[in-house]
Every structure is written in C-alpha cells, then in structure tokens.
C-alpha cells in the first residue's frame, strides 16, 4: 500500500475548498492528522470502528459505525479516502440542515433504493440503541427501538406507504425536534 503524498497538491486543497466548508490551513491540519492515523491514506473499516469505540465506550457502536462507514465511504470500495472523509465531515459539522438531511437519509436508506423502509429505520435505531448503551434514560414512548421507529413512521410517513421518501424524510425531521437537535449535535466542533 505505501504511504500517501504528505502534503495536499494546491490542485487538491483547491478542489476541497470548493466541496466543503473548511478553510485551506484548515484542510492541510485535517490531512495532516489523517495521514497520522492512516499512513496509507486511506481508513479501513476496522480502523473507522476503532475510532467510534472512543467516542462511545459504554456502548456498542460496532454496527452503527459500519452504517456510517458504508455513507462515508462514496466510492463503494471498502475504505475511505481523506476526500470522502473530510467532505463528510464537512456536512455532518458545517453543513446546512437540508445537506444533513439528505446525508442522514443515505445512512437509513441501507439498499440505496431512494426509500427509507421501516426494517431499515429499525436496523439503524437498534445500532443506535446499542452504540448509546445504558447510559440515555429514554422516554416510555421511545424506550425500545421499535416505539421510536413507529413514532417516526406516525410522524414521516405522510401516504402511509410504509417507507420514507427523501421529502417525507426532510417535512418530518424538521418537525421532531429531537431529530434537529441530533443534526446539530456536531455544529461549531471541527
């Protein structure tokens, strides 16, 4: 595999310049730190997995991560490279609500067949579930995966149809404010 090129081309900083929300030093510290954590350049899937352990250390966030992997990972072959990393980064940290809107919903919509089903929704809720382990005291209308999914279907599924369309998905994320409050979580950090 090697080691990747240590410094960004101006071509390339140029280039993430115009697809994301960070500043050139900005993007060169990022590479920076990428390369330390992934000489090769790019991050495999254990690796990614690794990292989410940090992050949640009470919980499992095994399965979520690999969701979140397969979004991150753009080109579908298996590892993430520093583009796909930062413009991801830059959407889930900086970007507008409907960008994090259409990202959140590529992370739901597992198949990629532009519909969000309910056995979709509830594998992401279960990984959620369990990344968060024991330590969010949830409400009794959302205390198991499968109430929170019904609730959201109540609230999204707008013809009834039993999946989610992307603008079914937008209209019901903007009325649950807990869903806005998730988008948001990262704003302002990196």
Do not use: H
Request: with cysteine; proline share 4%; aromatic share 12%.
């Amino acid at each position: 595999m090697g080691k990747a090129q240590s410094k960004l081309s101006p071509e390339q900083l140029s280039d993430l310049q115009e697809c994301t929300y960070f500043e050139k030093k900005e993007l060169q510290q990022w590479y920076k730190g990428f390369l330390e954590d992934c000489p090769s350049g790019q991050l495999d899937k254990s690796a990614f997995q690794q990292m989410y352990s940090q992050f949640f250390p009470f919980g499992d966030p095994s399965r979520f991560s690999d969701y979140v992997f397969n979004v991150f990972d753009n080109d579908k072959n298996g590892t993430i490279d520093f583009k796909e990393f930062i413009v991801a980064l830059s959407i889930t940290s900086r970007g507008r609500v409907d960008e994090k809107l259409i990202w959140t919903f590529k992370l739901y919509d597992i198949d990629n067949d532009g519909y969000i089903s309910r056995k979709e929704m509830l594998k992401i809720v279960e990984a959620i579930y369990k990344m968060m382990g024991s330590m969010v005291k949830l409400p009794p209308d959302e205390d198991t995966p499968e109430k929170r999914v019904n609730k959201i279907f109540e609230l999204m599924d707008s013809d009834n149809d039993g999946r989610l369309s992307i603008d079914e998905f937008r209209e019901g994320s903007k009325k649950d404010p807990t869903i806005l409050q998730a988008l948001n979580l990262y704003d302002g950090m990196v």
